[in-house]
């Protein structure tokens, strides 16, 4: 038996798969949001970061599918705990259970598809650009260059407040499945005990809604006309 597969067939080796490719996807949301954020600072700034980005596509793409990798080992092993657990667990345990769980721990698996849809969304807004044909460049599109990421972002999300919308309420799923899920990983991976619980459970959450404002303060800002450029 390979070690992946004695991974997949131990609750615990799914544990720590969930853990460690959770770690690897709060690593990159929190930088992704770092790179976002220079949108306030400038639109050289940002779009000059899209520029860097994409000077190295075949590293860019390495990161990628990584990502992606991640990504779907962190919801398959996450689905399959869940049914697992349902599956042993009497129901008078789980009704006692569900009175000392959080509503953030009771909605993971939810939070998560919903999250995941919010996710293949964004990517077909922003990353390439299927759902609204005027984020191109040149007399098609509103973009003065392929790597017009303040105008894309701004033009996005000032013109389509449905989008907008469902963008905050994917970000609020997002940090309230990170909110349960930094502790419990930390937990997985033998950093959590008793004596260090309550403060590590209160910075996960606080992390998480960190996440959430830097995240959120983008189209908040485009909408109360602090980031704007000329759009039709």
């Not at 597969?5 to 615990?12: E, P, Q, V, Y």
């Not at 996807?25 to 994409?54: D, E, P």
């Not at 303040?150 to 963008?167: A, D, R």
Request: proline fraction near 4%; charged fraction near 10%.
């Amino acid at each position: 038996m390979n070690p992946f597969t004695f991974f997949w067939k131990s609750s615990i080796g799914k544990k720590w798969l969930v853990a460690l490719t959770g770690l690897v996807l709060v690593g990159y949301i929190i930088g992704h949001l770092i790179g976002n954020l220079q949108i306030f600072f400038s639109a050289t700034k940002i779009n000059a970061y899209a520029v860097f980005l994409h000077s190295m596509p075949g590293a860019l793409w390495v990161i990628r599918a990584f990502l992606l990798t991640c990504l779907i080992l962190h919801i398959a092993a996450t689905m399959k705990l869940v049914v697992e657990n349902r599956a042993a667990r009497p129901e008078a345990y789980a009704n006692k259970r569900h009175v000392r769980s959080t509503w953030a721990s009771r909605t993971m698996a939810i939070s998560g598809v919903v999250v995941l849809s919010f996710i293949v969304f964004h990517i077909l807004h922003f990353t390439t650009r299927n759902v609204d044909p005027n984020l191109q460049p040149g007399p098609a599109g509103v973009l003065h260059d392929e790597f017009d990421v303040y105008t894309m972002i701004v033009s996005g999300f000032w013109h389509h407040p449905l989008i907008t919308s469902f963008y905050l309420l994917g970000l609020f799923l997002l940090c309230l499945h990170l909110s349960h899920g930094f502790s419990s990983l930390l937990q997985t991976l033998g950093l959590n005990s008793k004596k260090t619980m309550g403060p590590i459970s209160t910075g996960g959450r606080a992390l998480a809604w960190v996440i959430f404002l830097g995240y959120a303060s983008i189209p908040i800002a485009v909408w109360i006309h602090v980031l704007h450029t000329q759009l039709p």
